[in-house]
């Protein structure tokens, strides 16, 4: 979707294809139904301006193009590969009919050699097979392609990549032009170094907690070094989403299959399970140490803040143990609605915390911050709140009469609650 419709808003014409012919029909009428600021804007420009069109049918939709981009997904397939068969699949369908010349576009996350396996199911030298890995970040992910840190394309014919590249023309950002394999890897490097950075931090919390530190300061003296940055300094209940744990698991696969043991990004891996279950246990500590029968109210479902993504989310990850567990889960989330096997998810925040044992913050959203702590404080049954994020003030919610225990950081106490 994003792909689309900021191609067509600098001045191309897009053609975007899907086999699901209803949501075909909606967003041929504007309708946007996932949760990405500026989207809808661009789709609704891009239609108006005869640019954009959704239809169904790729085989009609390619005949003439100059360009086509493959972005299917590649979820985790058995043990941990990609899964190649949407690409396979839409590979067979329209290759014998792509116009001569016609740049063959994987902007899907594609294990290395994916382009030379395309290349062979096409079986046409006239039709160049060019990588160019997306680096778009759900809730931010238009500002991302317009505003990119880099592009880059990569084909064993240099010249296809670099005319891909000129697609980019409009936008101020380098172009990194490599050979297939390069491009194809740039994108899980870069992914899987971001999940060792996380896993890295989650780390160093659970030191802070067990040596009297305190994670926010910590974080705050390395992100001035300029060899470090501030950003995925931040500690939380796991990475997820649908990206991090899927190009971790592909890029240990790909290592298995050169006989190369990565063992830092398996560490990662292992340390994420592990922060959830640290989550899991400071949990169960602030309602006494038992998890069956306890009531707690859960702020947040979306894998971050700024999306309704449900995939591969942590908060969804904890909720499930804290309900395996015998506990009953009243959740909410300004983006997510619906059923959630397990837990009942109310439409305000403040029904989550009626009665509840605690309250835990799984997901970022800012607006839990501009809550009535002390209206929370009064509807609740006992005094802890779990901010995984710590995206609270501590002092605010002491003043309301709880307590708030972050994530290495120290604890900050509760006063008495007179009932």
């Not at 068969?85 to 590979?91: I, K, L, N």
């Not at 160019?132 to 505003?147: I, Q, Y």
Request: net charge negative.
């Amino acid at each position: 979707m994003t792909t689309g419709a900021c191609l067509a808003s600098l001045g191309h014409f897009v053609t975007c294809v899907d086999v699901d012919r209803a949501k075909v029909s909606r967003l041929g009428a504007g309708r946007v139904d996932i949760l990405e600021p500026g989207l809808a804007d661009l789709v609704h420009r891009g239609l108006a301006a005869g640019r954009l069109e959704f239809v169904v049918g790729a085989r009609d939709a390619v005949r003439h193009a100059q360009a086509v981009f493959l972005c299917v997904p590649t979820p985790m397939g058995a043990g941990g590969s990609a899964d190649l068969r949407a690409v396979e699949a839409v590979t067979a369908e329209i290759g014998d009919v792509l116009p001569r010349g016609c740049a063959l576009v994987t902007k899907s996350t594609v294990p290395v050699g994916t382009s030379k396996r395309i290349q062979a199911l096409v079986g046409r030298p006239d039709v160049p097979v060019v990588s160019n890995p997306e680096f778009l970040r759900e809730g931010t992910a238009v500002a991302d392609f317009l505003g990119p840190d880099r592009i880059v394309v990569g084909s064993d014919d240099l010249a296809a990549a670099r005319w891909v590249g000129d697609l980019y023309a409009e936008l101020d950002a380098p172009v990194v032009v490599a050979d297939a394999a390069s491009a194809e890897l740039v994108k899980y490097a870069a992914n899987c170094y971001l999940a060792l950075k996380l896993s890295y931090v989650n780390s160093i919390a659970e030191l802070c907690e067990r040596l009297g530190a305190d994670i926010s300061l910590v974080t705050e003296g390395m992100g001035y070094d300029r060899r470090i940055g501030r950003t995925f300094l931040k500690p939380g209940p796991g990475w997820g989403g649908s990206c991090l744990p899927k190009d971790t698991s592909a890029l240990v696969k790909v290592a298995e299959s050169v006989n190369y043991d990565f063992t830092m990004l398996t560490s990662a891996i292992d340390e994420n399970l592990a922060q959830r279950d640290r989550i899991v246990a400071k949990i169960a500590g602030a309602v006494g140490g038992t998890l069956a029968g306890a009531r707690i109210g859960v702020l947040g479902l979306a894998f971050k803040a700024g999306t309704n993504d449900l995939r591969d989310s942590p908060a969804l990850a904890v909720s499930s143990v804290l309900c395996a567990l015998g506990a009953e889960l009243i959740a909410y989330d300004p983006a997510v609605d619906g059923e959630i096997a397990g837990m009942t998810v109310v439409d305000d925040a403040y029904q989550v915390a009626k009665d509840a044992d605690v309250v835990v913050v799984l997901t970022e959203w800012a607006e839990f911050k501009h809550l009535d702590w002390a209206a929370m404080a009064e509807l609740m049954e006992g005094v802890d709140v779990v901010d995984t994020r710590n995206l609270l003030d501590p002092r605010v919610i002491v003043d309301a009469g709880l307590s708030w225990q972050g994530v290495g950081r120290p604890r900050a106490a509760a006063r008495i609650k007179v009932s």
